[in-house]
């Protein structure tokens, strides 16, 4: 066991039992029948659904057992990325993490670590099997395929549940409650391609390096995406000397800021110097533009010499370069409530030539219902007028800020108990199934924690161990106080 000896035991012993088990958005039925296992081991009473969302419920321990339940909650599935240069045969779908221990963290080398929010599906499954713990009734709730729009709460029957009362345990920044989330949907743009046999010399251009990270908590540093970076460079080369393209490809998640994107060109053989030239010049002036943000960014072409290929037709490679133009990305408004707050984002995570079509997959977040389908309009519009098909997917609502919550007033209290000092109360521009818990379940009283996960949802990630058993001590305070009141 890699972790062994880590503190807390129990949790950090189901979290790299979960690292073992493959389970990345659309992959969960393993993980899902792992929880359920667990809760038969310890004769605890569960519900699984046919989208592999599992409850378990545990009686009160102690001076809780007759109190109201508590839901604890956070979701089974983690995003999947990965560096491609060093890690290309990795399989989400088969491998196990590779996880590894460097001073206080933990991390997984050249992947995801799944954080987010295995950490928080650890600490429930310490909890359920703890029999010494004080506590009210819990019903934890394991969701699946948070990643990808919510698809595991949206459908959970909540008539399963009695409390009303939630604790979230899918947040990442350790000394603060979150208060209220953004909401979001997914948006894909289609748009019809035609190929014509062309032969000349082909060139793979790469772009990489870039920081990425979660498109909700990380789109206000402003780093760079991979996927808009590349149609600059396409429209740049098309000004300088004529050229045809095969393929572009970006980005593995829409909800994380895409890292890396490949294009494939064919150019003249007497162009080739210039294209060099050119890559040359635009690689500096978008490193200048990043220049305080994106340390690592590279940007250069390869000469893969003389191809006979399927090319895109000139108009088509006119429509997939415009899109990548014009299309909107990032912070478009900030919050005018909340200082530091993004309101309304988008980001353009996925970008991907398939056999007839140019796919783009975007991430819309906002915390106004209105803007984030003015956005959405946006979009559409841009991709219909150039012949493309737009739909949408994965909707969820925005958990807003409530003044009076009893819940997040007890875990404050129990925060100054264990840390000594106040937690920040903030609102976030991620998404969280809060919200749509929020919707199904009338006057649900929720608050949100979680220890310290940095640069998730990137080949980065690593979990501060410090941090993880201090919000576990939060978390077990928390309950003690919600079974004695």
Request: hydrophobic share 35%.
């Amino acid at each position: 066991m890699i972790l062994e000896g880590l503190k807390p035991e129990s949790v950090f012993k189901y979290f790299e039992e979960i690292c073992m088990i493959p389970h990345g958005s659309y992959n969960t039925k393993a993980i899902s029948d792992y929880v359920v296992n667990v809760a038969k081991e310890n004769g605890l009473e569960y519900y699984q659904d046919d989208t592999n969302n599992v409850i378990i419920y545990k009686d009160g321990v102690g001076i809780g057992a007759d109190k109201e339940p508590v839901m604890l909650q956070g979701h089974l599935d983690m995003v999947c990325e990965k560096n491609f240069e060093t890690d290309a045969k990795f399989d989400f779908t088969k491998d196990p993490l590779n996880l590894a221990v460097m001073d206080d963290y933990v991390y997984a080398k050249g992947t995801t670590l799944g954080g987010d929010d295995g950490i928080g599906v650890a600490y429930m499954l310490a909890i359920l099997t703890d029999k010494n713990i004080v506590a009210p009734p819990l019903e934890c709730i394991f969701t699946v395929d948070e990643e990808v729009g919510m698809e595991g709460a949206h459908a959970l029957d909540v008539s399963k549940l009695k409390g009303k009362r939630l604790i979230n345990l899918d947040h990442e920044d350790e000394g603060i409650i979150l208060t209220s989330c953004a909401g979001g949907k997914k948006a894909c743009c289609n748009i019809p391609v035609r190929f014509v046999e062309r032969e000349g010399i082909k060139y793979s251009i790469v772009i990489c390096g870039l920081a990425g990270g979660h498109s909700g908590t990380e789109i206000d540093k402003y780093r760079g995406n991979a996927n808009l970076i590349m149609g600059r460079l396409l429209h740049f080369v098309s000004t300088k000397i004529y050229y045809d393209l095969i393929t572009v490809n970006g980005g593995l998640q829409d909800n994380a800021i895409p890292r890396e994107c490949n294009a494939e060109i064919l150019v003249n053989p007497k162009d080739v110097d210039k294209l060099e030239d050119i890559i040359y010049e635009f690689e500096a002036t978008i490193k200048n533009e990043y220049r305080n943000i994106e340390k690592n960014l590279m940007i250069y072409g390869e000469n893969q010499d003389e191809f006979k290929t399927k090319v895109l037709t000139p108009k088509t490679k006119e429509r997939v370069i415009f899109l990548l133009m014009t299309l909107p990305d990032g912070v478009q408004k900030m919050s005018q409530d909340s200082e530091n707050l993004v309101q309304t984002s988008l980001n353009v995570g996925i970008i991907r030539m398939l056999k007839d079509s140019f796919e783009i997959l975007i991430s819309i977040r906002s915390s106004l219902t209105s803007e984030k389908q003015a956005l959405s309009d946006k979009i559409k519009y841009l991709t219909e007028t150039i012949g493309g098909k737009y739909s949408e997917e994965g909707d969820y609502p925005a958990w807003e800020y409530v003044e009076e919550s009893a819940l997040r007033e007890t875990v404050f209290d129990a925060f100054q108990q264990v840390y000594g000092y106040n937690p920040k109360l903030v609102g976030i521009h991620a998404g969280l199934e809060t919200g749509i818990f929020y919707e199904k379940i009338k006057g649900l009283d929720i608050v949100v924690i979680g220890p310290q996960v940095d640069d998730i949802h990137t080949p980065k990630e690593k979990m501060n161990v410090p941090s993880v058993a201090r919000v576990y001590n939060l978390l077990l305070e928390v309950l003690e106080s919600l079974a004695r009141f």
